[in-house]
C-alpha cells in the first residue's frame, strides 16, 4: 500500500539529481560561458574563418546529447535553462565591471573591454541563438530516440548536433554581425562553425558512445520522452 507519505518521498527522490548529472550541468555552463569569451577572437584554418568558441562549444553539445539520451528531454530542459541564467548573469556582472571606472593606475581598460564588454547586440543574438539551438538539439535526440526505439545513438548524436548547430547559426550570425560583416563572408562564417562543431562532435564519438553506455548502467536511466509535452519552460 503506497501511503501520501511514501508517495512523497517517492516524488521527492525522481526529483533528486545523481552527482553525475551535477557534473554535467556544470560543465554545460562552463562552457557557454568559455565560449562567450574564446568568441572574442577570430581565428581561421585554411578557408575557414571561426571565432576561437569553436574549441569548447561542441562540447555543450555533447553533453546536451548525453543528458537528453539517458535523462530525458525534461532533465536537458533544465539545463539548458540553468545554463541560460548563468550566462546571462556571468555577461550582466561583466557588463557592470566593464561600466565601472578603473582605478588611476589601471593601464588594461581597452583590454578588459575587448574581453568583457559584449555588445548588447551581440548578447541577445548569443542567447536566442543558445536557448533555440539548444533546445533543438534536446527535442530532435529526443524524438528521434522514440522512433529508432533505442537504437542507432551515432546517427541521432550527429543528427540533433547538426540540426541544433544551424539554428544557432541562423539565429546568431545575422542578429549579431548582420549588415556589418558581408553576406557572402556571413554565410562562410556559418557554414564554417556547422561544419567544425559537427566534425569535433564526430570525431569525439567513439569516447561519446563509451560514455553514454557507462551513464546508463551507473545511473540505471534510460529514459524515453513519451507522451510529454515539448514546452520550451
Known sequence: MITPFNKTRTMRKNEQVSVTFMLLAVTFCVCLILANLLATKQIQFGPLNLTSGVLVFPISYVVNDCITEVWGYRRAKLVIWTGFVMNFAFVLIAWLADMIPGAPYWTNQEGFHALFGLAPRVALASFAAFVVGSLMNAYVMSRMKIRDK????????????????????????????GGIVPTENLILMMGSQVVVKTLVEVVILPMTIRFVKWLKRTEGMDVYDNDINYSII
Open 150 to 177: 533505442g537504437q542507432r545513438f551515432s546517427f541521432r548524436a550527429i543528427a540533433s548536433t547538426v540540426v541544433g548547430e544551424v539554428t544557432d547559426s541562423l539565429i546568431f550570425f545575422p542578429i549579431a554581425l
